[in-house]
């Protein structure tokens, strides 16, 4: 596949030919939206401009005003995924592509490959730990069943997680020199120490703490469909809480109750940074002189 190439329309269409590009496709990616991060608040999204544009063809009929533009877009803010997520996943992409090329010499396919899968175990890694621990400390047991539409997100994380640890597999299998079936020596290991045992404890001790939040969260209480209220807790607290306002019919997917809360979103994105940071570390492969 490196060498193969994919034309299409005067363009090469062949990634793996570009993996130096990809990574700074990645990094770009990641400062815009770390700028739009920075520029719009803590907590907005691209959701908010996503649903602005699809209104934007009844603004030029007249059938929503401009006021209605920018109501429409402060009613997305904190919802869905956040601008934090792309930059934080994007340097770590252009982080770890940059250590392979240049210090082990990982080009091409095996470039964008390796970097890849690392990146969706950790993206799959973070977001089972939120599903399953909102579904328990939060009483929400629907996000972490396998019922559509919820079956979509689990399903694609279950793909992240499998492409992941087999891509980390052959990274480990890639590292031995062989020579027939006499294995020589390794080429690359994991960075496997004490300071990436200590990240691992720390990444631990910080999810824990989140399901334990000692400070101030906000109670709301949510008025179900079958009579109950539903209340938020201490526990992994949010500031977006996803409620299945039925809970007795099939249909598997929960409504947005929208909470600002700096600090909470904070402890979230600081343990995400962590863990990230970890796999990250660990993933940074050292080479192993002759």
Not at 98 to 103: D, K, L, T
Not at 129 to 143: C, E, G, K, L
């Amino acid at each position: 596949m490196d060498k193969r190439i994919v034309v299409f329309k005067g363009n090469n269409l062949n990634i793996f030919q570009k993996y130096v590009r990809l990574r700074k496709v990645a990094f770009s990616t990641a400062i815009f939206c770390l700028g739009c991060w920075l520029i719009f608040g803590f907590d907005s999204t691209p959701l908010q401009f996503m649903h602005v544009l699809f209104e934007l063809p009844s603004f030029f009929v007249g059938q929503i005003t401009l006021e209605g533009l920018v109501q429409i877009y402060h009613e997305f803010y904190g919802k869905e995924m956040h601008y934090s997520a792309f930059v934080i996943y994007g340097l770590m992409y252009w982080a770890l592509s940059r250590h392979f090329h240049e210090n082990l010499k990982i080009e091409g396919s095996k470039n964008v490959v390796f970097t890849c899968g690392i990146v969706f175990f950790s993206v799959a890694l973070f977001e089972y730990y939120w599903i399953y621990s909102f579904a328990i400390f939060q009483n929400q047991s629907w996000v972490g069943t396998w019922k559509m539409p919820q079956l979509r997100i689990l399903a694609q994380n279950l793909m992240f997680a499998v492409a992941g640890i087999g891509v980390i597999s052959y990274i480990y299998l890639d590292s031995f020199i062989t020579k027939g079936k006499k294995i020589l020596r390794k080429q690359w290991k994991f960075n496997l120490n004490l300071l990436s045992l200590s990240l691992i404890v720390l990444s631990i001790a910080s999810m824990i703490f989140w399901q334990n939040y000692p400070w101030y969260v906000e109670k709301i209480s949510v008025p179900l469909d079958n009579g109950e209220i539903w209340s938020n807790t201490n526990c992994f607290p949010q500031t977006l809480y996803t409620i299945d306002l039925n809970p007795d019919d099939n249909f598997n997917a929960g409504t947005w109750f929208f909470v600002e809360n700096d600090v909470i979103h904070a402890t979230n994105t600081l343990i995400k940074i962590l863990v990230t940071y970890t796999i990250f570390y660990i993933a940074k492969l050292r080479k192993v002189e002759p």
